[in-house]
């Protein structure tokens, strides 16, 4: 016989069970408790793990510094010491990766006095004037085509950022046209650790004027700029 209570959706037994039916029933009671009690536990277990891991950033802020977020093949021959120059008729970009401070980096690309010492083809730079941040500077480039001797004058107005950026204009020379700058960021070769390296990159506009053949130009140009910034790398790690 069945009594019903006033819950209109719960009925319960009165029948007494058999004592071979007991001990299944007991049984079958304790899994689906235990079954519950698992899930309902796991399910607790991953909210105090999800909880307790410090959340991670995006990749991108992982692994997204300035050498990152250059192409595969350009970031494998930087951090394999390379240079890599891109860019054509007269527009370029050139980049190293050195392994020093940004003091150090800085000292090397604002010794305008002595660039022609370490510079291959630059036969003198001078300091005209020295405001601060703002300077300018006169350079004459001397170099052998085909055994003639080529001398090239250029006379910049430089404007410093501070341990970032050195802005450069033609102000007189041998050229039409040339502007660019300087730009130096840190590297840090593990995420979230401090720098250690810097990437110097190389910015230029620079084109002749109206009496030199452009093609020849363009190429002995692009060719010079690998080996100027391999020689401003060696620099840096000479003078520690």
């Known amino acids: 016989m069945t009594e019903y209570l006033s819950y209109p ?39 105090v793990i999800a909880c307790s891991i410090p959340a991670l950033p995006a990749r991108a802020s992982l692994f997204d510094g300035p050498v990152d977020r250059l192409p595969s093949v350009q970031r494998d021959s930087l951090r394999s010491g390379q240079t890599v120059v891109t860019g054509e008729k007269g527009k370029y970009v050139a980049r190293v990766l050195v392994n020093a401070s940004p003091d150090a980096v800085w000292q090397v690309l604002t010794d305008y006095a002595n660039l022609y010492k370490f510079i291959p083809n630059m036969s003198s730079s001078k300091i005209l004037e020295n405001r601060g941040n703002r300077k300018v500077i006169e350079q004459i480039d001397t170099r052998q085509v085909f055994l003639i001797s080529i001398v090239s004058r250029t006379k910049l107005a430089i404007q410093e950022t501070d341990r970032q950026q050195i802005d450069f204009r033609l102000l007189d020379g041998d050229l039409s046209q040339m502007e660019g700058y300087w730009k130096m960021e840190p590297v840090s070769t593990v995420p979230r650790r401090p720098p250690t390296q810097v ?42």
């Open 9 to 47: 959706t719960i009925a319960i037994t009165t029948m007494q069970a058999s004592p071979k039916s007991a001990p299944n029933l007991t049984s079958k009671l304790v899994q689906m408790l235990a079954n519950k009690l698992s899930l309902g536990s796991a399910v607790v277990m991953a909210i």
């Open 199 to 240: 990437l110097i990159t190389y910015t230029v506009n620079a084109q002749p004027n109206s009496s030199t053949p452009t093609d020849a130009f363009y190429s002995i140009f692009k060719d010079a700029l690998g080996d100027t910034l391999q020689a401003i790398k060696q620099e840096v790690g000479r003078r520690g």
